[in-house]
C-alpha cells in the first residue's frame, strides 16, 4: 500500500512538471508514467477475481470434507443393519433358489435408488442396467407380457421416466428421510402386491465394501410360479422340509411369498442405503482432492501475479524518481 500511495504520489508531480514544461515531462516519460498509474486500478482487478476464486474454493473444499466425514459415520451404522438384514433373506433364497431368467405374464420391474445426489455413478448405474433388463425381457417374453415399471428413491425416477415412460407406474420417495423399517418395506410390498405380478424383480446395489458396490437383481417369485420351479437344479427346496401347519399348503406358500417380497425390498433399500453413503464418502474425498489442487494452482498463480504488481510499481517508482532527479 505504501509503494501505492508513493507511485501516486510521484505520479503527481511529474503531471505537474509536465505542465510547468519541464523537458523531461516534454518528452513524453511523464504522459507514460500518468497512463501507467491512472490504469492502476484495471491492473489489480484480476488479482481480486483470483482471491474470490480462493476463497470460493476453500469454502468448497471445507464443505466437501465435512460431507466425506457425515458419510463415513452414516455408513457405519448403515453396515450393521445390512449385515442384519442379509440374516433374513438369505434363508429364502437357500430355499427357493435364485430364478433371474424366469419371465411372466405379468411382472414388476423395482429399481432401487437413493433421494440424494452427489454420489457418484450410484443411481445411473441403477438406470442403465434396469433399461437394459427391460429391454431383455420384452425381447424373451415377447410385447404380450404385462411389466410396470416401480422406483423407490427420487433420482432414479426421472431418469426411468423419460427413457421408460410407457412402462412406469409410479415412484416412491421419501423413503430414506428417517430410518429404513421393515415395517416401511411391507407396506411398498403391499402395494406391488395389488399388481397381481408373477414376476417381481428388484434391482439395487449391493454394498461389498466402502469402495466397490455391485448393481444386483433379486427375484421373487408368486407361489404359483414356485411351483414351477420345483424341476428345476437351483429350484424349490420346500419339499425336503416338514411342514406343521394348520393352514393349505398353497396359503404356506403365499404367506411365505409375499414374507420373501417384503425381506427382500427391506435389504435392498438397506444395501442400496450403505451403498449411498460409501458412493458419497468416495465422491466428497475427491472433490476434496480436486479442491485442493485447483487451490494450490491458483494461490501460485495469485502470488505470480501479486511479484509481478511489485515488480512493475517498483520499477515505476524507481523511473519516476529518476526523472525527477533528471529535472
Known amino acids: 500500500m505504501a509503494l501505492r500511495n508513493a507511485a501516486s504520489f510521484l505520479g503527481q508531480r511529474l503531471v505537474g512538471a509536465a505542465e510547468l514544461g519541464i523537458s523531461a ?11 501507467a498509474f491512472v490504469t492502476d486500478g484495471v491492473r489489480h482487478a484480476s488479482n481480486q477475481a483470483v482471491k474470490q476464486r480462493i476463497r470460493a474454493i476453500k469454502n468448497i473444499g471445507k464443505i466437501t470434507k465435512a460431507m466425506k466425514m457425515v458419510a463415513a459415520s452414516k455408513m457405519k451404522n448403515a453396515q450393521v443393519a445390512v449385515e442384519q438384514s442379509r440374516g433374513i433373506v438369505n434363508p429364502f433364497v437357500r430355499l ?11 411382472g414388476v420391474t423395482v429399481a432401487v435408488t437413493s433421494d440424494r445426489g ?49 412402462l412406469f407406474s409410479y415412484a416412491i420417495a421419501d423413503t430414506y428421510k428417517v430410518r429404513v423399517t421393515f415395517a416401511q418395506a411391507s407396506l ?11 414376476v417381481v424383480k428388484v434391482m439395487f446395489n449391493k ?32 419339499d425336503a422340509y416338514e411342514i406343521e401347519a394348520t393352514h393349505e399348503r398353497s396359503d404356506v406358500m403365499r404367506d411365505l411369498a409375499e414374507f420373501q417380497l417384503a ?6 433399500m438397506l444395501e442400496n442405503n450403505c451403498s449411498e453413503h460409501a458412493s458419497r464418502m468416495s465422491a466428497m474425498e475427491n472433490s476434496t482432492k480436486s479442491a485442493g489442487e ?17 515488480t512493475t510499481e517498483l520499477i515505476e517508482i524507481i523511473a519516476g524518481a529518476s526523472a525527477l532527479m533528471d529535472a
Open 25 to 35: 515531462a516534454k518528452s513524453g516519460a511523464g504522459e507514460a508514467l500518468t497512463n
Open 96 to 106: 427357493f433358489g435364485d430364478h433371474p431368467g424366469v419371465e411372466g405374464k405379468a
Open 118 to 166: 452427489l454420489c457418484g455413478g450410484l443411481n445411473s448405474n441403477i438406470t442403465k442396467y434396469t433399461r437394459a433388463l427391460l429391454k431383455l425381457d420384452t425381447a424373451t417374453a415377447g410385447e404380450a407380457a404385462s411389466t410396470k415399471l416401480v422406483s423407490i428413491g427420487d433420482k432414479g425416477r426421472s431418469q426411468l421416466m423419460r427413457a421408460e415412460g410407457r
Open 188 to 198: 411398498i410390498a403391499e402395494e406391488l402386491l395389488k399388481n397381481n405380478p408373477e
Open 207 to 238: 454394498f461389498r465394501s466402502a469402495i466397490s458396490f455391485k448393481p444386483t437383481l433379486a427375484t421373487v417369485l408368486t407361489p404359483e410360479t414356485l411351483e414351477k420351479q420345483l424341476t428345476e437344479p437351483t429350484g424349490n427346496r420346500l
Open 263 to 268: 425381506a427382500t425390498l427391506y435389504n435392498a
Open 294 to 310: 485447483m487451490l494450490g494452482k491458483l494461490t501460485l498463480e495469485y502470488n505470480r501475479k501479486r511479484q509481478a504488481t511489485i
